[in-house]
T-cell receptor
């Protein structure tokens, strides 16, 4: 079957670094996506990885290891506005996104 | 540029009443269209998706239905709402031939069935 696993909730301190992990098992693989969702709002696109390695975009970076079925989202210099849920999704062989349940990130001052 | 519109933003409906949520996409042709539901504090549940006019795939059997009467219009309906239909409904679109593109979501409809 298809499965995406990520932690339910994480807590971090303002100004610190946090890493949100995601493991995936999908029928085929056409890329790994990360989305951010603030409470009561729609998810918005953060990053896309299809090759192994690290993609950096400002304070956010995303890593992929296809052989391990593993990705992480790294958030640096955390700000209070980063408090949100972070959704991991894998695009399968039918080009459909399979979603994880999301990781709620709580930032404390 | 492409935009997606979804309305209404909030809706309170009595049990047993009908439902119609509408989603339209601008600036693209032949998009893949999706309806998701998200219960409070939960993940995204795919309800329906469509790859073309009149083509609807249902992921979860329930009292909801979807239709795509025009290329860039996607409608979610119910004849009789249940309390369990409450949730945050999201419409999304994706280009059919761009592997590196994810889904772009509408702003969502918060439905409360009372």
């Amino acid at each position: 079957g298809q499965n995406i696993d990520q932690p339910t909730e994480m807590t971090a301190t303002e100004g610190a670094i946090v890493q949100i992990n995601c493991t995936y098992q999908t029928s085929g693989f056409n890329g790994l996506f990360w989305y951010q969702q603030h409470a009561g709002e729609a998810p918005t696109f953060l990053s896309y990885n299809v090759l192994d390695g690290l993609e950096e975009k400002g304070r956010f970076s995303s890593f992929l290891s296809r052989s391990k079925g593993y990705s992480y989202l790294l958030l640096k210099e955390l700000q209070m506005k980063d408090s949100a849920s972070y959704l991991c999704a894998s695009k399968d062989s039918n080009y459909q996104l399979i979603w994880g349940a999301g990781t709620k990130l709580i930032i404390k001052p | 540029s492409q935009t997606i519109h979804q309305w209404p933003a909030t809706l309170v409906q009595p049990v047993g009443s009908p439902l119609s949520l509408e989603c339209t996409v601008e600036g693209t042709s032949n998009p893949n269209l999706y309806w998701y539901r998200q219960a409070a504090g939960r993940g995204l549940q795919l309800l329906f998706y469509s790859v073309g006019i009149g083509q609807i795939s249902s992921e979860v059997p329930q009292n909801l239905s979807a239709s795509r009467p025009q290329d860039r219009q996607f409608i979610l309906s119910s004849k009789k709402l249940l309390l369990s239909d409450s949730g945050f409904y999201l419409c999304a679109w994706a280009p059919p031939d761009r592997v590196s593109y994810g889904y772009t979501f509408g702003s969502g409809t918060r439905l409360t069935v009372v």
